[in-house]
């Protein structure tokens, strides 16, 4: 079975720009949770979709949004991006409640 | 106080010994209790997860429960230089299944 997939791997924007990552989960699972990581910072969850709705919120401006579609994969959007946004982002997917979460390989992103 | 708690390390243990990592939540409702590595620029990896009291042995792993105490921990056995990494406790909150990350523990296996 394939494993969680994101693309872009890598990115690099500028300064109020917007960027869209995209993940799409592990053949079956219907939970796609997000997170964002920085050095020393730990994961930081941002939100988590099941089923196309947004089931929990991290404590992240509202610059940051996301969606899932019917086929379960995800997207999220950072808008009016900031250097403070650099980060690597993860997407993570699970089957059902209280089951483990598998991570995909995140995409790094880096604004100048 | 943090809902899930871990030492930041780094835990230096030598090559062929035991290392041993901690974790305590604050959740008494919590049901589901997970562990990954994460290597140095790379994703978080599951490498045990325990929903009962008591002892899961997975090969070299050893992941420990204790409810009771609010505490879960990870036994690492024959430890090797490649088990050098941060590993992370995930603990699921009761009232909405949101998986509660510890910030987690480096451990450097000295050879």
């Known amino acids: 079975k394939a494993g969680v997939t994101q693309t872009p791997r890598y990115l690099i924007k500028t300064r109020g720009q917007q960027v869209t990552l995209s993940c799409s989960p592990i053949?079956?699972?219907?939970?796609v949770s997000w997170y964002q990581q920085t050095p020393g910072q730990g994961l930081q969850f941002l939100f988590e979709y099941f089923s196309e709705t947004q089931r929990n919120k991290g404590n992240f401006p509202g610059r940051f949004s996301g969606r899932q579609f019917s086929n379960s994969r995800s997207e999220m959007n950072v808008s009016t991006l900031e250097l403070g946004d650099s980060a690597l982002y993860l997407c993570?997917?699970?089957?059902?409640?209280?089951?483990?979460?598998?991570f995909g390989p995140g995409t790094r992103l880096t604004v100048t | 106080q943090k809902e899930v708690e871990q030492n930041s390390g780094p835990l230096s243990v030598p090559e062929g010994a035991i290392a041993s990592l901690n974790c305590t939540y604050s959740?008494?409702?919590?049901?589901?209790f997970f562990w990954y590595r994460q290597y140095s620029g790379k994703s978080p990896e599951l490498i045990m997860f325990i929903y009962s009291n008591g002892d899961k042995e997975d090969g070299r792993f050893t992941a420990q429960l204790n409810k009771a105490s609010q505490y879960v921990s990870l036994l690492i056995r024959d430890s090797q230089p490649s088990d050098s990494a941060t590993y992370l406790c995930a603990v699921t909150r009761d009232s909405n299944y949101q998986l509660i990350w510890g910030a987690g523990t480096k451990l450097i296996i000295k050879p």
């Open positions: 959740d008494r409702g919590s049901q589901s």
């Open positions: 053949s079956g699972h219907r939970s």
């Open positions: 993570a997917s699970s089957y059902r409640d209280r089951a483990e979460q598998y």
